[in-house]
């Protein structure tokens, strides 16, 4: 069966550190991954999603970044964070669209 | 542009039906979906419908859909305790692999 895993669960983090979220999914090939990020009021923002190794989409300017280094593993980096990365991080795939989207656990941010 | 739209609060009675609403803007859209999120946790898959239907019935779940006025809702019968949760509606973009969510609505059921 598939799985998907998201760490850290939780994370804080000083305003000008850098950042590293890991999604790994398990149990399918050649996934389509996402990285959504959820803010209070803002509800779910889509932030990159990737169709293959090394192809990364963008939705927003921002100072994350996403990676893709091999076929199951999703990567969200800042080399700075700012006090609004704060959210609750959402790494989520799906096999072939559309389709249903099978989510993660989350990971908690809060930059101080 | 993508936008999807949702009131933010629901607060039911048990018992009681929910009917949680959503508008959408990519008429293309093909797929339409609810998802539920537990506290603290990854959203979950409830239901969706096809484009090409007005209505889908799930057991205790009705989703209703206006393609006219982009309009898509969903009716929780009898709603319990545990269906205290948010609800994003969502749509899949046509001729790309996006998936653009609402802004969930947070239902809260009173006892």
């Known amino acids: 069966s598939q799985t998907i895993h998201q760490w850290p669960a939780t994370l804080v983090q000083p305003v000008g550190s850098p950042l590293s979220l890991e999604c790994t999914v398990e149990?399918?090939?050649?996934?389509?991954l996402y990285w959504y990020r959820q803010a209070a009021g803002r509800g779910l923002q889509l932030l990159f999603y990737s169709v293959g190794i090394g192809q990364i989409s963008s939705e927003v300017p921002q100072n994350l970044s996403a990676s893709r280094p091999q076929d199951r593993q999703f990567i969200l980096s800042s080399k700075k964070l700012l006090l609004s990365d704060s959210g609750f991080y959402l790494c989520?795939?799906?096999?072939?669209?559309?389709?249903?989207?099978?989510f993660g656990e989350g990971s908690r941010l809060t930059v101080l | 542009g993508e936008d999807v739209e949702q009131s933010l609060f629901l607060s039911v009675r048990e018992g009681d039906s929910s009917v949680i609403n959503c508008t959408y803007t990519d008429s293309s859209s093909t797929y339409l979906y609810w998802y539920k999120q537990e506290p603290g946790a990854g959203l979950q898959l409830l239901t969706y419908i096809f484009s090409n239907m007005d209505m889908k019935q799930d057991q205790r779940l009705t989703v209703l859909l206006n393609k006219k006025d982009k309009h898509l809702s969903l009716r929780i019968a009898d709603t319990q305790t545990g269906d205290s949760a948010i609800y994003f509606c969502a749509e899949s973009i046509p001729g790309t692999y996006k998936y653009i969510f609402g802004t969930g609505t947070r239902l809260k059921v009173l006892a």
């Open positions: 149990g399918t090939s050649n996934p389509n």
């Open positions: 989520a795939w799906i096999s072939s669209g559309p389709g249903e989207l099978f």
